[in-house]
């Protein structure tokens, strides 16, 4: 993530990323906002914000 961020000029606050499994920490890491979307409990302990019951579609009201 850290890589593509530089290839793309992005600070990291200017990154959000989703995610649901512990293979996703790393990203989510790097990401200024990180969603943990209906996922294991570890991933939502460290994740910025945890959508469990409702959709991606639940983002925008982050962000209105």
Do not use: C, W
Not at 16 to 45: C, T, Y
């Amino acid at each position: 993530m850290r890589r593509v961020r530089g290839e793309l000029g992005l600070a990291q606050d200017q990154v959000i990323v989703i995610g649901d499994g512990a293979n996703d920490l790393a990203m989510m890491a790097e990401a200024g906002v990180s969603i943990a979307f209906r996922a294991k409990p570890v991933v939502l302990q460290q994740a910025t914000y945890g959508f469990l019951h409702v959709g991606l579609d639940g983002l925008l009201n982050l962000f209105l």
